[in-house]
Nanobody, 115 residues
């Protein structure tokens, strides 16, 4: 059974930083693209960042230069370092693993950025 468990969310002031972690089990983690998405209330779930098995990354324009996605294959964990946080970054953040046969999601974790 594939499981993804996010941690590290919370409340932070604008300009602050947070580091999200997503521990993955039940799948050959290092083979697949991993990603972070976010969803604000009343809005669709949007891409934040992805990182493939070869180390190539993609970022949403709104987070470029502020967020960094990384992975530790030995720990089967993907991270999202979030810096210079803005109130508009407030959302539930979800990690995922894109296998060829399915995409797996975590349960989501709340990030709230106050003014």
């Amino acid at each position: 059974q594939v499981q993804l468990v996010e941690s590290g969310g919370g409340l932070v002031q604008a300009g602050g930083s947070l580091r999200l972690s997503c521990a993955v089990s039940g799948i050959a983690f290092s083979w697949f693209t991993v990603g972070w998405y976010r969803q604000a209330p009343g809005k669709q779930r949007d891409l934040v960042a992805t990182l493939n098995s070869r180390g190539s990354t993609t970022y949403a324009e709104s987070v470029k230069g502020r967020f960094i996605i990384s992975r530790d294959n030995a720990k089967s964990t993907v991270y999202l370092e979030m810096n210079s946080l803005k109130p508009e970054d407030t959302a539930s953040y979800y990690c995922n693993v894109e296998a060829s046969w399915n995409t797996y999601w975590g349960q989501g974790i709340q990030v709230t950025v106050s003014t």
